[in-house]
């Protein structure tokens, strides 16, 4: 194994926060702190922590689109290991949820014979389940980036939860940074319309990103989603909209009849 390595971690949702005592401590012990987060707070956090720590924020140039810009990071973290440094790139959330970086990076560098890691950090399903009162493990629950759902024709199972990330940035994967199409919510609803009625209310929720404030819960029929206030961090939760049925031959087989 070369002397170059790299570990990716999370520091949560909210500014500083949520950011374990693991993660506290790679970062102001690596020789390379590379960061992306969402608020200047957690960036001047980690700056103070490793004085030597730089944003990846650069990247993310007008007229970029996203996938140059994750290309371009994933190339910078393998330049560092391959000069032998003991790099730590800390994400916002959980980096190993909906993060091409973190995995793509990870696999690439493992390839090469370096060693790669993962530190958990608290994403923004963790929040949600806290926020909305839910218990996705009672009920189940799907979640699937919103583009990639509407896309591969995904279809729910209306008796547990569903869950739809970045619904606010639908079809600019490969787009410029732009504001959001004006269909873009309107071809999901209109598609979540064949398997929830009308009326069903579903759930606009964002997280709160400082300590003290409230996350958004907005509340509505599913047929008004179109004309919702959404963000590039805007998540969409749909409660289920049937009961499940009991199977009773499986139910005397375990003994719970």
């Given at each position: ?155 729910p199972d209306i008796a547990s939860a569903l869950i739809l990330w970045q619904i606010g940035v639908i079809g600019q994967f490969h787009r410029q940074f732009v504001g959001l199409p004006a269909d873009g919510l309107a071809i999901l609803?209109r598609e979540l319309r064949h398997s929830y009625p009308a009326q069903h209310e579903v759930i606009v929720y964002e997280a709160a990103n400082f300590p003290g404030c409230d996350p958004v819960v907005a509340k509505m029929p599913l ?35």
């Open positions: 194994m070369t002397s170059g390595s790299l570990v990716i971690a999370g520091t949560g949702i909210k500014m500083v926060g949520h950011i374990t005592l693991e993660t506290r401590t790679l970062i102001a012990r690596s020789e390379r702190v590379l960061y992306l987060v969402s608020d200047p707070g957690t960036a001047a956090w980690i700056r103070r922590l490793n004085g030597g720590a730089e944003s990846l924020e650069r990247y993310f140039a007008d007229g970029q689109t996203r996938w140059d810009a994750y290309q371009r990071i994933i190339e910078v973290l393998m330049e560092e290991v391959r000069a032998g440094r003991q790099v730590c790139a800390a994400f916002y959330g959980h980096p190993g949820i909906f993060s091409h970086v973190s995995h793509e990076a990870i696999w690439r560098i493992r390839a090469e014979g370096f060693a790669a890691t993962m530190l958990p950090g608290i994403s923004a399903e963790d929040c949600l389940i806290c926020d909305l009162g839910v218990d996705t493990g009672a009920i189940g629950y799907q979640c699937f980036e919103a583009t990639y759902f509407l896309l591969h024709r995904r279809r609803t047929q008004d989603l179109p004309r919702c206030a959404v963000t590039r961090i805007s998540t969409l939760y749909v409660p289920p909209a049937r009961t499940v049925e009991r199977d009773p031959d499986v139910a005397r087989e375990l003994g719970l009849d």
